[in-house]
Nanobody, 122 residues
Framework: QVQLVESGGGLVQAGGSLRLACAAS????????MAWFRQVPGNEREFVAGISRSGSTYYGEAVKGRFSIARDNSENTVFLQLNSLKPEDTAVYLC????????????????WGQGTQVTVSS
């Protein structure tokens, strides 16, 4: 069983930055596909970014050029850097992993964290 624990959320003004972290159990980060999603109550879960085992990265259209995903295999942690934040980025951000090793928007993710709240004020 893989455990994912997110951290780094908070309240930030529009135009600000945050760095989210997802700490995983085992050797997950170097082997699995790792991704970030976000969800607002009443809306569908939205793909934000993913990094595959190969290092290939994917980004949702709404965050391209502003967010970036990276991993640290030695710490078994995946990071999401959020820059130029907008009020519409407000959501719960969830970390997910896929044993298949690919982290595209269409990948089926097996493990999920509990999420961390990001709130952007205008």
């Amino acid at each position: 069983q893989v455990q994912l624990v997110e951290s780094g959320g908070g309240l930030v003004q529009a135009g600000g930055s945050l760095r989210l972290a997802c700490a995983a159990s085992g050797r997950t980060v170097s082997v699995y596909g790792m991704a970030w999603f976000r969800q607002v109550p009443g809306n569908e879960r939205e793909f934000v970014a993913g990094i595959s085992r190969s290092g290939s990265t994917y980004y949702g259209e709404a965050v391209k050029g502003r967010f970036s995903i990276a991993r640290d295999n030695s710490e078994n942690t995946v990071f999401l850097q959020l820059n130029s934040l907008k009020p519409e980025d407000t959501a719960v951000y969830l970390c997910a992993s896929a044993p298949i090793g690919i982290a595209s928007p269409r990948t089926e993710y097996t493990y999920w964290g509990q999420g961390t709240q990001v709130t952007v004020s205008s």
